[in-house]
């Protein structure tokens, strides 16, 4: 029987060679996204399937978490006399952390899956081996595509979302909070900087490579069939989630360090 | 080069695929240990073995899909060992596969995974082939495995048989002269096996492909052994009575045994053996 030292050295070797395949995987799409074959018309059935997908949950979402926003914030303005500062802060909370985080989280939760479960059926029925043989480089066909609409189609999803939270915000604040609805728009609109917009978008970028490229690795690596299809999909949005929330501190540190050295 | 393997009746027929002590080991399970063998053109060498003698894993090394830890793998005279990836993407056109859970894509119709390679070749730029063209040669095909009614159909749509066929004709289509069949007949029902393994036979003695073909039935074996095809009636025939005839393509068999190859030889040799792992093996 293995001892507890050997038990923890092979899963130690296990974690490294994971991160090795990822950071493989990675610098391949990278490598070869501007190599021919490009397959333009799958890139953009991604697009189609990630997107325009994606969109009713993050809509429906984002009006949401903009209405609760108002709830949670305005009765404090109110109380200090200021509730106008209700938009400045809905907006900067969406633009610059709420939207990008909760909607890549969201996108993650259905995309990463989406991919692992649709890459890891693909490997486990050899259809992955059959394209090689067949000569098709599956990183070109099956990851590029995927990560190349992912990276475009999560920052328009952020836009989407932050415009459909600040109109839920608005709602809420005038519906509920009986702020004026003009004096919330333009204060909204007023306290979003350049250097905020960066932030807000610079973040779904960053995002959308975490999702689609754990999608596809965990997809690539699947083994034991249906069970380790199951198995690869679940660890696929649990990484990617994590992966999101722990790069979202970095950007943050990062992107306001660069606000502060550019003044924006 | 001598060929490294005894008992062929190909000798001076030019060699299509050679592994020259091949060894692979996933972590310390030694799959294979020390290969050496060689595949003529018109041949069908007949992989043996009870499952997990790493039959499968050697149609992978030919393809260059693994590549082994020591040894040589020489793929129509060009050395795939230390080949690249895209390197290897040309080469593999001049192999077909049949794999032996079908591996066709889900997603596609049966005229585009039989038409896959063609339509990748254009998309690659290397070649350019019309859609007239791609149909004319796909409809070829499906015709040549009896399925040309199923061109428009999704693979869920086909029965298990049927599958295997569509298999056949993609791995078909660029007319290759190395053939690989991974089990093409197994969980099939015998009637279905039958035609797979008529067509395959008619592949072998109309078009004198090599062929490696991995099976732990014994039946099959010996039906690809002592039958060709009658092209005049569309039939097999059987070629000698007793199976020691010259069959059409002529066909060895290779005991995979403990990662080793433990025989190779005819199908007269093999029942002929006094080893009695052999003897159990054909019991």
Known sequence: MAGPVSVLNNLLKEKVLAVQDFTLLAWQSFRKIFARPRYLALTFEQMDVIGVGSLPVVVLASVFIGAVLVLQTADQFVRFGSPGLTGDVVALALVREIGPVIFALLVAGRVSSGIASELGSMQVTEQVDAMRALGTDPVKRLVIPRVVATVVVVPLLTIVGDLCGLLGGLLASTAVVRINPTQFWVRAYNAIEFGDAVQGLVKPVVFGLIISLVGCYYGLATRGGTRGVGRATTQAVVAASVLILVTNLFITKTVLWVNEMMGW | ?283
């Not at chain 2, 240990?33 to 790493?54: K, M, N």
């Not at chain 2, 049949?98 to 998309?123: C, G, K, P």
């Not at chain 2, 005991?255 to 190779?264: E, G, M, P, Q, T």
Request: with cysteine.
């Open chain 2, 1 to 283: 080069m001598a060929d490294p393997t005894p008992g062929n009746p190909t000798a001076g027929q030019a060699e299509v695929l050679r592994f020259d002590d091949v060894h692979l080991a996933f972590g310390q399970t030694v799959v294979l240990r020390d290969l050496s063998f060689a595949l003529h053109r018109g041949e069908t060498l007949v992989l043996l073995g009870v499952t997990g003698t790493g039959k499968t894993t050697l149609l992978k090394l030919a393809l260059g899909l693994l590549k082994p830890d020591r040894g040589r793998i020489t793929v129509l005279g060009t050395d795939i060992t230390e080949l690249e990836e895209e390197e290897l993407f040309p080469l593999r056109a001049q192999l077909g596969i049949v794999f032996q859970e079908m591996a066709l894509f889900d997603s596609l119709s049966v005229h585009e995974n039989v038409a896959y390679r063609l339509i990748e070749e254009t998309v690659h730029g290397g070649k350019d082939y019309s859609d007239e063209e791609i149909e004319r040669r796909v409809r070829e095909c499906l015709r040549f495995v009896g399925l040309e009614e199923a061109i428009w159909k999704l693979p869920a749509e086909l029965s298990g048989g049927m599958q295997r066929r569509v298999g056949l004709a993609r791995a078909l289509i660029t007319e290759p002269p190395i053939l690989l069949y991974d089990s093409p007949t197994a969980g099939l029902d015998p009637v279905t096996a039958q035609t797979i393994l008529t067509l395959i036979i008619k592949l072998r003695d109309t078009r004198q492909a090599g062929a490696l073909y991995v099976t732990h039935r014994l039946q099959d074996a010996f039906i690809l052994a002592n039958n060709c095809y009658d092209s005049q009636n569309e039939a097999l025939k059987p070629v000698g009575g007793d199976g020691r005839g010259q069959p059409c393509g002529p066909t060895r068999f290779l005991l995979l045994r403990d990662a080793s190859i433990y025989f190779v030889g005819s199908p007269a040799d093999l029942v002929s053996a006094r080893d009695p792992y052999v003897q159990r093996f054909l019991a």
